[in-house]
Nanobody, 119 residues
Framework: QVQLVESGGGLVQTGDSLRLSCAAS????????MAWFRRAPGEEREFVAS????????YYADSVKARFDISRDNAKNTLYLQMNRLKPEDTAVYYC????????????WGQGTQVTVSS
């Protein structure tokens, strides 16, 4: 079955950088639009960034524009999220998700990785 596994989270300080990875056990990874979501304590899950199947177009939430960079390596079946100039409000569990062009919602989700930014 399709599986996504996030890694790279941790405890960092304000202004630090961190790179998250999402390893996809998907034979046709290049057919999937991928995205990152996050859920902060006491908050609902929110969209962070997404990238088209071939990596040509990326979308970002206003709160992370100019700071985060989503990318993918289809040869390695891996999705990345480079996070720069981190802020305490970035503290959350980060999830990767994927969907094919035929799906109206993200059907595959990872277990999440914790990112904590101290002030």
């Amino acid at each position: 079955q399709v599986q996504l596994v996030e890694s790279g989270g941790g405890l960092v300080q304000t202004g630090d950088s961190l790179r998250l990875s999402c390893a996809a056990s998907i034979e046709t990874f290049s057919n999937y639009e991928m995205a990152w979501f996050r859920r902060a304590p006491g908050e609902e899950r929110e969209f962070v960034a997404s990238i088209t199947s071939n990596g040509a177009i990326a979308y970002y939430a206003d709160s992370v524009k100019a700071r985060f960079d989503i990318s993918r390596d289809n040869a390695k079946n891996t999705l990345y999220l480079q996070m720069n100039r981190l802020k305490p409000e970035d503290t959350a569990v980060y999830y990767c998700a994927g969907r094919t062009k035929y799906e109206g919602s993200y059907s595959t989700w990872g277990q999440g990785t914790q990112v904590t930014v101290s002030s």
